[in-house]
Every structure is written in structure tokens, then in C-alpha cells.
């Protein structure tokens, strides 16, 4: 069994572009959209996401190399992982942001990203256990809809506009990706689709003066040896702890959506004829998600959506290995800020604005067709959020707040300002309990909806959801009892109590 064959260069440059890809959108979100300092971002941060993506792809590796010893093959394919995205979107702009953004302590956003991720990590290492029965009770349009509603936002809308704002570079990185990913156009001489569409992007953004020839040569100072390095007083931080508790719940339902995501990511591998062990491929996600924490990586690891394809491609085991060694190189030697003056920004959005997209999508096509009103329910709460998030900003650069200009004001001008406020308070949460009352309520299972009504309710009696201040007894409790009544409600038709108004000759009362 040979670990790197000649058709491994196929997966390996692909697999790298999409993980670098990836790392410099995480190194935009956090230096340029959050603000974070430089020596937190490429000095502690990407060092130690680099780590543990390299330790994700060595176990692959390995893993690959004994199926292939095992049933004799020379044509199995390593699993793909990297960072997962929809998680670093959801823990920047849920947590990391949030916090630096409140208290302008880097130290303090870092952590609480770090209590985050170590959750999450957690969560996947149960999955082990419990992952498939899991799978069974959550409606998966809901928690589809519910990554919908932010990637339709944070991940698609925000990078849309930038595409717009700089339309000579933005739209003909956005066609590539279009022709590539949706069309399913092959690039020429076979080139990553990511790769083109940013190769073109840093010719015209080089030749129209978009790119600064000094900020590129200001970028190399940051060359250097950037090693990992234990994290273990950020992660025990007691203040960033309290600063993240108000959402950390969330880290719970984003946990059992990132195993379940490997599951389906392992199963087709194993619809490709690569019968990997589903419950080792969580271990390692989580094992290697918490050494990243250990190490100062707020982003979790995953097994990457397209085995299929890099075997079609003629990956084989040594791509992974490889992929993993160049990722480490990369956030190792200080190359991502000199990368950032090289490649325009504006060549990155598109394939932001492709994973919005994709996702989104994903959530109306993974599940029947008769469950599309649970995802787009599901979606609605990240929507109210996103507004009050545009308001704020907007008001704030203004020199004004929501309190100040008063909410009847911006209610009379079409914006209910504290209603966006209130049902995008925990969204990703919030999303996950509509969806699936709404998924429930589809399939008949009214004492399943009334349940997680009833499970709403507990949660915004301590102001986990729905709580625009913070944590605390009874937050809302208009809030709370509308829940109770919507349990009641559901458990009155679980138990037929409605059945004798419904049937035919029945006197309903319309009053």
C-alpha cells in the first residue's frame, strides 16, 4: 500500500484550497469584521487551528491506511476534514464578537470562544454514545433551517454586499464560482474552482489598483515561527465563562449538528465503497477539537462534505497527511496576513456568499419537501437577529441607540424593534424549537410539539432564549406563559379533545 501516489496531488490541491480557503476567511472575520489584535489572531489563534487540523488529517490518514491493509485495496480514499464552517461563523458572530465588541478585551473574547469550542467538542465525544438516537428525535429540517437562517445572514448577506461594492473584482470571482460549484463547469487545465475564481480576482484587483504594493511589503513583518501554545489559563478563565454563558446552551445543539454532520459525511464515504467506523471518525472530530481548545483553536474540527468526490478524483491516503502538514506550515510561518495583501478580498466573498447559499439550500433539499415551512420557521429567528444587528449599528453610527429614539418611534416607521430583539435573543436555539414544533406539528406528533414547547418555556424562565438583557428569573415572561399556552394547546389535540368541533355535522364554535 503506497501512501502517496501521483493522483494524490488531485486531492491535495483541492482539499488545501478549500482549508485555505477557509483559514483566510477566518483570519478576515476575526482581524477585520471582529477587530481583534494581530498577535491574538495569526500569533495564538490560527497556530492552533492549524495544529488541529493537522492532527485530524494525520488520524485520517491513518485510518485510511488501515482499511486499506484490512481489506487489501489500493484504492481507498482518506477522509476529508478542516475546520468547520458553519461553526465559525456561528462562533464569531454568537460569541467571539459579541463579547469583544461589549468589552473590548481580546483576551476575554478569546476565551469565551475557547469555552465554546471545548462544549461543543464535548458534545461530539457523546455523540460516540448516543449520536444515531439523537439523530432519530431532532427533526432535521429544523436544525437545518435553523444553520439556514445564519448562513442566509452572516455568511451570504454580508459578503453580497461587498461582491456589489467592488463589482470588478467581486462578480467575476462570483461567476467562476457560480460556473464551478453550481454549474458544474470544469476549470481550465482542471484547477480548483476556489483557486480560479481567487486567481482572477488578484490579477484585476493587482492591475486596477485595488491592492496596495506597501501594505503587501508592511504584511512580511509578520513572517516569523508561530508555534502553538497551551492555552489552559484562557480556557479556565472564570470571567469568560460568565461572559459566554448566556449562549452557551447553544453550543449544545451546534454539537449534536457537528456529529451529526460527520455521521452523514462518514455514511458517504461508505456509500462510495470506503466503510469507515462511524463512531472512531466522532472520536477523533472531538478528540482533536479539544486538543485545538487546549491549544487556543475556538473552531472545532469535522470531517468535510465530499469524499466521493476526491476519490473520483483519484485521492487516495497521503492527500489528507499532506493537506494537514501544508495547513500547519501555513499558520505556522506568519503566511495568512501576507496572503491577505495578496489576494483581494473581495475574491474571498463569492465563495462566502456560495456556502450561504449552500447550506441554505441544504436545508430544503436534505429533508422532504413537505417539511420546507419547518426550515423556513427555523430561519426566521437568525433574520430577526441579523436586523437588530443592522439597527444597532446603524443607530450607533449615528450616535444613537434603540432606547434613545424609543421603539414606538421605529415600530410607527415598520420596525419593531424590540420584537426582532426578542425572538432573535438565542437564535440558533430559538430556531431549533420552532422548527421542530413546526416539523411535529406536520407529522401529527402533538405531544412531541408539546414538549419542546414545554422545554421553551423552561428555557425562558432563566432567559437561556428570548431574553434581551441576560440571564436571569423570568426575563419574559409574557414569553414563558405563551409557551405553556401552546403546550396546552398541543397536548389538547394529542389527547383528541378538539376531535368532536372537527368532525363532520360538528358545531364549531368560531367565537
Known amino acids: 500500500m503506497k501512501l502517496w501516489i501521483k493522483s494524490d496531488w488531485n486531492g491535495f490541491f483541492g482539499l488545501f484550497t478549500n482549508n485555505l480557503t477557509n483559514i483566510l476567511t477566518m483570519a478576515v472575520l476575526l482581524s477585520f469584521v471582529v477587530g481583534l489584535p494581530d498577535a491574538f489572531v495569526y500569533g495564538r489563534i490560527l497556530p492552533a487551528v492549524g495544529l488541529s487540523i493537522f492532527l485530524a488529517s494525520l488520524y485520517y490518514t491513518w485510518m485510511a491506511y488501515r482499511l486499506a491493509k484490512k481489506t487489501g485495496r489500493t484504492d481507498v480514499t482518506a477522509l476529508p476534514s478542516g475546520s468547520s464552517v458553519p461553526h465559525m461563523f456561528l462562533i464569531v458572530f454568537a460569541v467571539i464578537g459579541p463579547v469583544y465588541w461589549t468589552t473590548n478585551d481580546a483576551t476575554l473574547a ?11 467538542g464535548l458534545i461530539e465525544i457523546l455523540g460516540v454514545g448516543i449520536g444515531m438516537q439523537i439523530r432519530k428525535l431532532l427533526p432535521r429540517s429544523a436544525m437545518l433551517g435553523a444553520l439556514a437562517g445564519v448562513s442566509i445572514t452572516y455568511i451570504a448577506l454580508n459578503p453580497a454586499f461587498s461582491v456589489f461594492y467592488v463589482p470588478y473584482i467581486g462578480l467575476i470571482s462570483l461567476a467562476v464560482v457560480l460556473l464551478g460549484f453550481i454549474g458544474k463547469i470544469r476549470m481550465p487545465f482542471n484547477l480548483p474552482v476556489g ?3 481567487i486567481i482572477l480576482g488578484v490579477i484585476i484587483g493587482w492591475i486596477s489598483g485595488y491592492m496596495s504594493l506597501d501594505a503587501l511589503f508592511n504584511s512580511f513583518s509578520n513572517l516569523g515561527v508561530y508555534l502553538p501554545q497551551l492555552a ?5 478563565n472564570q470571567t469568560g465563562l460568565e461572559s459566554v454563558a448566556p449562549v452557551i446552551i447553544a453550543a449544545i445543539p451546534l454539537g449534536i449538528y457537528n456529529f451529526l454532520e460527520t ?19 466522532l472520536a477523533a472530530d472531538g478528540l482533536t477539537s479539544l486538543i485545538g481548545v487546549a491549544f487556543g483553536s475556538p473552531f472545532p474540527t469535522a470531517v468535510f462534505i465530499g469524499h466521493p468526490g476526491w476519490k473520483e478524483a483519484g485521492a487516495r491516503v497521503g492527500y489528507a497527511a499532506a493537506t494537514g502538514f501544508g495547513v500547519l506550515l501555513m499558520t505556522s510561518l506568519g503566511i495568512v496576513p501576507v496572503l491577505l495583501n495578496i489576494v483581494p478580498l473581495p475574491a474571498l466573498y463569492p465563495i462566502l456568499l456560495y456556502i450561504g447559499v449552500v447550506i441554505t439550500t441544504q436545508a430544503f433539499t436534505s429533508s422532504d419537501l413537505k417539511y420546507a415551512p419547518a426550515a423556513v420557521i427555523a430561519m426566521i429567528p437568525w433574520l430577526s437577529e441579523w436586523t437588530q444587528h443592522a439597527m444597532d449599528t446603524a443607530l450607533g453610527a449615528a450616535g444613537t441607540d434603540a432606547l434613545t429614539v424609543g421603539n414606538q418611534v421605529l415600530t410607527d416607521a415598520g420596525i419593531n424593534y424590540l420584537g426582532a430583539a426578542a425572538l432573535g435573543a438565542g437564535a440558533i436555539v430559538v430556531g431549533m424549537i420552532l422548527g421542530s414544533i413546526t416539523a411535529f406539528i406536520i407529522d401529527k406528533k402533538f405531544m412531541h410539539a408539546a414538549i419542546t414547547s414545554f422545554i421553551a418555556a423552561f428555557l425562558t424562565v432563566f432567559g437561556v432564549i428570548h431574553s434581551t438583557t441576560s440571564v436571569g428569573l423570568l426575563p419574559n415572561p409574557g414569553m414563558t406563559l405563551g409557551y405553556v399556552l401552546v403546550g396546552i394547546l398541543l397536548i389538547g389535540y394529542h389527547v383528541g379533545l378538539f376531535d368532536k368541533l372537527t368532525k363532520k355535522g360538528g358545531k364549531p364554535n368560531h367565537a
Open 110 to 120: 478569546w476565551s469565551a470562544g475557547l469555552i465554546w469550542a471545548a462544549v461543543e
Open 263 to 281: 455521521i452523514d459525511n462518514v455514511e458517504s464515504a461508505a456509500a462510495a465503497g470506503d466503510d469507515y467506523s462511524t463512531r472512531e471518525a
Open 195 to 197: 483557486l480560479v475564481a
Open 232 to 236: 489552559i489559563d484562557e480556557l479556565f
